[in-house]
């Protein structure tokens, strides 16, 4: 990942989301106290975005490597132990931030839920963390003890909407949710079928298929979509993406606060990869063709 680049991006959106963000605390009554940090909230940002597309697997040998090596591009750095106090700053901008990075509607999506675990299941009972918050859910490769983050992406692999769930929320429900403003085709697994979910998507301009249950019968559907139907694994490829690059599963978190930050980061900094999976249209094409 470009650092220049990055931090220009985040720069730029800070100086304009900043004014907005003033202005609505001023509204509210409510405004900022005390002196600014040496180390600027777009700093931290590119700082734990950057993290998030390292071969580091924790934050604190990745903030090591940023005071020896990277002081000349930040030189107002402050203790490790003072920017993780300082982090809880960084989720408002942070979700901004991912807003403005949603991609392209392109009348193409897919859909897809992926277990964000936060505990081992035997230390579950011992887990103060996550209380009363994270739950156990079931995937295909067994139970877990946390959450859901669901989302939807275009052809391109960018992320049109994300929501995050307790582990026990069925994908089903959140569909209709994650699907506002979303128009054209929308392809899932078989957690997503439903009549009703169907129709009142259909009704919003959004149509969905859905791989079917063994005892369903076979519907007409046209070549194209029976392609992009089986595309849809092109989701699962982001899915595993966010978890083994952008790092954003893992159980180590202290607070829940800490953790919203790094999942945050994370899909911010998938966003900013320049090659995500992506289905060749033109291919798709090509086939259609051959097949007629």
Same mark, same amino acid.
């Given at each position: 990942?470009?650092?220049?680049?990055?931090?220009?991006?985040?720069?730029?959106?800070?100086?304009?989301?900043?004014?907005?963000?003033?202005?609505?605390?001023?509204?509210?009554?409510?405004?900022?106290?005390?002196?600014?940090?040496?180390?600027?909230?777009?700093?931290?940002?590119?700082?734990?975005?950057?993290?998030?597309?390292?071969?580091?697997?924790?934050?604190?040998?990745?903030?090591?490597?940023?005071?020896?090596?990277?002081?000349?591009?930040?030189?107002?750095?402050?203790?490790?132990?003072?920017?993780?106090?300082? *982090?809880? =700053? !960084?989720?408002?901008?942070?979700?901004?931030? /991912? +807003?403005? #990075? @949603?991609?392209? %509607?392109?009348?193409?999506?897919?859909?897809?839920?992926?277990?964000?675990?936060?505990?081992?299941?035997?230390?579950?009972?011992?887990?103060?963390?996550?209380?009363?918050?994270?739950?156990?859910?079931?995937?295909?490769?067994?139970?877990?003890?946390?959450?859901?983050?669901?989302?939807?992406?275009?052809?391109?692999?960018?992320?049109?909407?994300?929501?995050?769930?307790?582990?026990?929320?069925?994908?089903?429900?959140?569909?209709?949710?994650?699907?506002?403003?979303?128009?054209?085709?929308?392809?899932?697994?078989?957690?997503?079928?439903?009549?009703?979910?169907?129709?009142?998507?259909?009704?919003?301009?959004?149509?969905?298929?859905?791989?079917?249950?063994?005892?369903? *019968?076979? =519907? !007409?559907?046209?070549?194209?979509?029976?392609? /992009? +139907?089986? #595309? @849809?694994?092109? %989701?699962?490829?982001?899915?595993?993406?966010?978890?083994?690059?952008?790092?954003?599963?893992?159980?180590?978190?202290?607070?829940?606060?800490?953790?919203?930050?790094?999942?945050?980061?994370?899909?911010?900094?998938?966003?900013?990869?320049?090659?995500?999976?992506?289905?060749?249209?033109?291919?798709?094409?090509?086939?259609?063709?051959?097949?007629?």
């Amino acid at each position: 990942m470009d650092l220049i680049k990055l931090y220009c991006s985040v720069d730029d959106f800070w100086k304009s989301f900043e004014q907005k963000w003033n202005k609505q605390l001023i509204d509210h009554g409510k405004t900022k106290r005390g002196p600014q940090p040496e180390l600027s909230i777009p700093e931290m940002m590119t700082i734990v975005i950057l993290f998030h597309q390292s071969n580091y697997r924790t934050f604190k040998h990745f903030y090591g490597y940023v005071t020896k090596y990277l002081v000349k591009e930040f030189p107002n750095l402050i203790s490790y132990s003072r920017f993780v106090y300082l *982090k809880k =700053n !960084l989720f408002v901008p942070l979700f901004a931030y /991912l +807003l403005e #990075k @949603r991609g392209e %509607i392109t009348g193409i999506a897919f859909i897809d839920s992926t277990s964000i675990d936060v505990c081992h299941n035997k230390r579950i009972k011992r887990n103060k963390v996550f209380k009363g918050l994270a739950k156990r859910g079931k995937t295909t490769s067994g139970w877990f003890f946390g959450f859901k983050l669901h989302l939807m992406i275009n052809e391109k692999g960018e992320i049109l909407a994300f929501q995050l769930t307790p582990g026990n929320v069925a994908d089903v429900t959140i569909a209709e949710t994650l699907s506002k403003g979303i128009f054209g085709k929308l392809f899932g697994d078989k957690g997503y079928i439903s009549k009703e979910l169907s129709k009142k998507l259909l009704k919003q301009g959004l149509e969905l298929f859905t791989t079917l249950r063994s005892n369903m *019968k076979q =519907n !007409l559907m046209k070549l194209t979509d029976k392609i /992009l +139907l089986r #595309k @849809r694994a092109i %989701i699962e490829t982001v899915n595993d993406q966010l978890k083994n690059i952008s790092q954003i599963e893992h159980t180590r978190h202290r607070n829940a606060g800490n953790f919203l930050i790094n999942l945050l980061a994370g899909i911010v900094a998938y966003t900013h990869q320049p090659k995500k999976p992506s289905i060749n249209l033109a291919e798709q094409h090509r086939l259609l063709l051959m097949a007629a």
